[in-house]
Structure formats: C-alpha cells, structure tokens
C-alpha cells in the first residue's frame, strides 16, 4: 500500500508541478487525506527532483546548446544570464523565508484554499486584462522583465499559489505570449527547483533512511513520466485556449477544501 501511495503521489506531482495549480498544495492536500506519512518532508524533496529532471530532458537540445555556446555565442550568455537575474529574487526569499513557510504555512489547509482561490481570480483578471503580448519567444525575454517574472515567482513560497502560476501570470503581465510565458516557467523552473532541491535535501538529511528507498524511487520515477507526458501538450493547450480552465479549477478546489475544513476531514 505504501508504494502504491507513492506512485499515486508521484504522479500528482508530475502532473501538478508545470500547471498553475500548485504542485506543493496538492501533495499536500492528497498526501493528509491518504494518510501518507513523511517524516521530515523527504519523500516530497526527492520526487520534486524527477520533475525537474522531465522538463530538463525535453528542452535538453537548447539547454546543451547554451551550455556548449557560453564561450562563443553571445545568445547563449545572454539565455543563461536571464535565468540566473530572474533566479535571484525567489532564491534569496527561499534562504531567508523557507523554514518560517514550512513550519507555519504548510500545515494550514485554510492558508492553500484561500490561495487557489485568490489565485484562481488572479488568473481571470490577468487573462482579461494583461497588455498586449510583444514577445512571442520565451528565450527572448528582455533581462528587466525577466528580473520581473522571478520577482512574481518570490510568492510560490506560500502554499497553494504554484511557482509556474505565478510566474506564467508575471510573464503575461511582462508582455509575453501565452505559449513563451508557459515556457519561461518552465526555463526558470530548472534552476529555481533544481537549487530547492538541494537545499531542502541538506535540510532533510538527517532524515534520509534507505529502507525508504524503494518509496522514494517509485514516486521520483511517476513524477519523472508524469511530468514529461504533461509539459508540451499543455504548452499547446494554452496557446489555444488560454488559463481560465486552470483559474476555475483553483476556485473549485479552493472552495472544496474550505468545505472539507468546515466539515472536520482537514
């Protein structure tokens, strides 16, 4: 049952990482109702990782080109200098805040309802309001509103909010198109996570037990395929269709889990 458990997370978190829903709500929410234990949070760091891994191999061929192009090729500089700008802000509210997030925020069921709600309205304002798109290549991204986009990405710390919803909904309001939004979240996703998850695995090491072992495989691998079967098609789906669907869905949940604290299952 146990690993069961971990292969129903780790597709939740597959799924959930690159949508603007809020990969941490849900593990957290699905994990509490299923009586998942995990002590020290260090099955939800590990499994964090295969997702980054999935976004990571599908846009290998760019970052391999950027990485071979940093001596030679001033777009590849540029690409790489972009992503480390807009890293900052959301780096150092990690190292500063982190901790206070994870002791307070994260145990509060009311704190995640309350931001998918206010999220959900947030993407409808943006999606009717945002300015006209300018910039239709996420790699193309101007450094100041790239800056701009990491600087939305600092409230992904609370719980339900989701780093790709806020940074997606900073990339519409900084002039980029749908689609090149979606993948700027998910080039800033790679060191934003990547550098997470190595906080976080230094956080949890005294927690690290191999008899869990076989648990943490099985959901990192879920989170890997989930993960690689979800980023493109949705990249597609919003070029033509938008966030909306995305908004209601935070509404809904939102207003679900009000529902289940009211009624005693949170």
């Not at 719980?159 to 993948?183: C, K, N, Q």
């Not at 090491?205 to 395929?225: K, N, S, T, W, Y």
Request: glycine content about 10%.
């Amino acid at each position: 049952m146990t690993y069961l458990l971990a292969a129903v997370l780790g597709i939740v978190q597959g799924l959930t990482e690159f949508l603007p829903i809020s990969s941490t709500a849900h593990l957290l929410l699905v994990g509490k109702s299923l009586g998942f234990q995990d002590p020290g949070g260090v099955f939800t760091v590990m499994i964090q990782f295969g997702s980054v891994l999935a976004v990571m191999w599908l846009y290998r061929q760019k970052i391999l080109d950027a990485f071979l192009g940093l001596a030679s090729n001033p777009a590849a500089r540029r690409f790489a200098l972009m992503l480390i700008i807009a890293s900052i802000p959301a780096g150092l509210a990690g190292v500063l805040l982190s901790d206070w997030v994870k002791g307070q925020l994260y145990q509060s069921p009311a704190v995640i309802a309350s931001a998918f709600i206010i999220g959900g309205v947030a993407i409808l304002m943006i999606e009717r309001f945002r300015p006209r798109p300018v910039i239709f290549e996420a790699d193309k991204t101007p450094i100041p509103r790239a800056f701009a986009v990491g600087v939305c990405q600092m409230l992904a710390l609370v719980p339900g909010v989701s780093r790709s919803g806020a940074t997606i909904m900073g990339g519409l309001l900084a002039g980029l198109e749908r689609s090149a939004a979606a993948e700027f979240s998910f080039f800033l996703a790679m060191p934003a996570l990547a550098g997470a998850f190595l906080h976080d695995l230094w956080e949890v090491r005294d927690h690290l037990a191999p008899e869990r072992g076989a648990e943490i495989a099985i959901g990192f691998v879920m989170a890997f395929l989930a993960a690689l079967v979800v980023v493109k098609p949705f990249v597609r789906y919003v070029a033509r269709h938008g966030f909306a669907p995305f908004a209601w869905y935070r509404i809904v949940a939102g207003v679900l889990v009000l529902l289940a604290i009211g009624v005693g299952w949170l």
